[in-house]
């Protein structure tokens, strides 16, 4: 399977930002991993709805992913793999799923939330486990669409 792009962004799939990224890397299947969204129905056809013409959406447990990624299910495929928070993605970092950067779209402000770049902010909680990410030599940077601005989160990382 060809991972393409690992994101995460708090809205999962959601119009130009799916259009950007998917076309920009020729992204064929979206694998948008999230407990709570997976088994909610309603919120599975909305964003349905904002997948580009041409790019397969499908909607996973952290379990389910990690299981298919593990098999190789979407062999062939040019896959985006799409998650909420830092949270879910070390779950599936912890399962065993290897890959060498992440992109970091909108992680929302909020009550005792630090901003690290532009739209992304996090808890302590949240930094602890970016920290944690980021220890294990992945790259992680900021970027809302292709070609936007850029930060380095690695180094955003060092602040705190």
């Known amino acids: 399977m060809g991972i393409e792009?690992?994101?995460?962004?708090?809205?999962?799939i959601h119009g130009q930002v799916a259009i950007g990224w998917t076309r920009s890397r020729g992204i064929n299947t979206i694998l948008a991993i999230d407990d709570p969204?997976?088994?909610?129905?309603?919120q599975c056809q909305l964003m349905k709805m904002a997948t580009p013409p041409g790019v397969t959406p499908y909607f996973l447990t952290n379990?389910?992913?990690?299981?298919?990624?593990?098999?190789?299910?979407?062999?062939?495929?040019?896959?985006?793999?799409?998650?909420?928070g830092p949270a879910e993605l070390a779950a599936l970092i912890e399962k065993g799923i290897e890959m060498k950067e992440?992109?970091?779209?909108?992680?929302?402000?909020?009550?005792?939330?630090?901003?690290?770049?532009?739209?992304?902010?996090?808890?302590?909680?949240?930094l602890e486990i970016w920290k944690g990410i980021a220890q294990k030599g992945i790259?992680?940077?900021?970027?809302?669409?292709?070609?936007?601005?850029?930060?380095d989160v690695n180094d955003a990382l060092k602040k705190y």
């Open 37 to 42: 969204t997976a088994k909610n129905k309603m």
């Open 139 to 151: 790259k992680l940077y900021a970027q809302g669409v292709p070609g936007g601005a850029y930060v």
């Open 63 to 84: 379990d389910e992913a990690a299981e298919k990624i593990l098999n190789d299910t979407y062999k062939n495929k040019k896959v985006m793999i799409l998650v909420k």
């Open 102 to 126: 992440v992109n970091i779209g909108n992680q929302r402000s909020g009550e005792n939330k630090l901003q690290l770049a532009s739209q992304m902010f996090a808890t302590r909680e949240e």
């Open 5 to 12: 792009l690992v994101r995460v962004d708090d809205r999962l």
